[in-house]
């Protein structure tokens, strides 16, 4: 009997342990996800067991001190077994990948943006990641829904070529001693563009000489993001489609901002440096890390706050459509599991954490972590914070490769419109009509 049993409670120890090694309720990957018995054994995805050097790019727009802190130190600290080589060609950007390829010192992994997806896609660097997602039970729910739903519109078929690292949206930044010098409330979260217009104009006067004005805004990132979910090119035709009433709409409220007297740029829209440096601008919606500028001015020099960004009436609560900086891997790569891990770390909870409380939006659909946004930055205590994460991403556009000439022309236009005083829908048509022959340009230049 007594033999039996501990035959008996030795078997309730064996299933026990192969308990815990599998997917259900057992071991998570570094990136929180549960996995698969069947597919990759318990802890793989925290371990890189041989040493390896991944060549990755990571390009010069971006500072030595931000790929130490928030990618190369993390990750080799992580895998003692990985050393990242950092390469750098003379250019950035997707020139700068073009100059990795045709020198073939092809990179395993490599950091981008948005605005480069289209030319980079047209160099054929972006691997299907959708087998190593399968490989290792990586847990694509834990995304935002709008971000996993706007890296899927990148690719076709099915495919994920992309994961996000982090995300930037637009907030809008207040100098406080303009407000207080013309005796006029402050902004407040959830005012529409209408209403961001009637502020602007109080605070856009002139005092003993200086010219004030009210509200500027970033010159590419709210056409690049529309909250409207634009689309900028007919995929079928390879057009632009800007004349549609959608973009009449939005560009008119865009140029609505500038025609508030006294609120006319004097020489180029966009300037934010109006806001931090000659602090004669009264109000500035602006990416998340234009927060960088403001951080590193004291409160003695700068007293500013921040609100949501100006919404449409007929879209409240929406903000801008998601904008992620993203990591790729090539298809030539021989260390793709690898680079993978590293990837799927970035995107734990535990780096996600890290990244949210240094100010780089996190990407995952987890309040907790999200409502711990700059909870490291001094310079952001007693902020009205909340402004950043408070409003929805609006839906992705239906995405091409050719966007991005579209963008650069719309916002030539609004300049043109804003300080050459040509008409809005002349300048739009203009701006088709040019967006339209860059684009066929670079199809017959890939021929």
């Known amino acids: 009997m007594k033999k039996r049993e501990r035959l008996m409670a030795l078997m309730v120890v064996f299933l026990a342990i192969a308990l815990a090694g599998c997917s259900f309720g057992g071991q998570k990957d570094g990136a929180g996800n549960k996995q698969n018995e069947n597919v990759q054994p318990a802890g793989k995805m925290d371990v890189i067991e041989k040493p390896v050097t991944l060549k990755i790019y990571f390009p010069k727009e971006f500072s030595d001190e931000v790929y130490a802190k928030f990618v190369k130190e993390p990750i080799e600290k992580k895998f003692p077994n990985v050393t990242l080589e950092r390469q750098l060609p003379e250019k950035g950007g997707p020139e700068g990948m073009n100059i990795l390829l045709t020198s073939g010192d092809v990179p395993d992994l490599f950091y981008s943006v948005p605005g480069w997806y289209g030319k980079l896609q047209l160099s054929h660097v972006f691997d299907d990641l959708t087998p190593l997602i399968q490989k290792y039970n990586f847990d694509m729910g834990r995304l935002h829904p709008m971000v996993l739903e706007t890296i899927k519109s990148y690719s076709k078929d099915g495919k994920i070529e992309i994961l996000p690292e982090s995300m930037a949206t637009l907030v809008l930044v207040y100098n406080k001693a303009i407000f207080d010098k013309f005796g006029v409330p402050y902004p407040k979260d959830g005012m529409t563009w209408e209403q961001m217009m009637t502020v602007a104009r109080d605070v856009s006067k002139t005092d003993d ?51 508030v007297p006294g609120n006319k740029p004097p020489k180029m829209i966009g300037n934010g440096a109006l806001f931090y440096k000659e602090k004669t601008l009264a109000m500035f919606i602006g990416n998340i890390n234009y927060l960088n500028n403001l951080m590193s001015i004291p409160d003695s020099d700068l007293q500013w706050d921040m609100v949501t960004m100006p919404t449409f009436s007929d879209l409240p609560g929406t903000a801008t459509q998601v904008n992620t900086p993203y990591y790729g891997i090539t298809p030539t790569s021989t260390h793709k599991d690898e680079a993978f891990k590293v990837i799927a770390y970035l995107l734990s909870d535990e780096m996600q954490t890290y990244y949210n409380k240094e100010g780089r939006l996190t990407v995952l659909n987890d309040k907790a972590i999200r409502d711990q946004y700059g909870a490291n930055l001094k310079e952001l205590s007693g902020k009205n914070v909340k402004a950043v994460t408070t409003l929805q991403p609006a839906g992705p556009r239906p995405f091409t490769l050719y966007d991005d000439y579209v963008v650069v022309q719309l916002s030539n236009a609004l300049q043109r419109a804003t300080i050459d005083n040509i008409d809005l829908n002349t300048a739009l048509r203009e701006a088709g009509e040019l967006a339209d022959k860059e684009i066929e340009n670079y199809i017959n230049s890939m021929k």
């Open 209 to 259: 000489g200086t010219q004030f004005r009210g509200l500027e805004f970033d010159r590419f990132f709210p056409i690049n993001n529309s909250q409207m979910s634009l689309p900028f090119v007919d995929p079928k035709t390879n057009k632009a489609i800007i004349s549609s009433d959608g973009w009449q709409k939005f560009m008119s409220t865009l140029k609505a901002v500038y025609d």
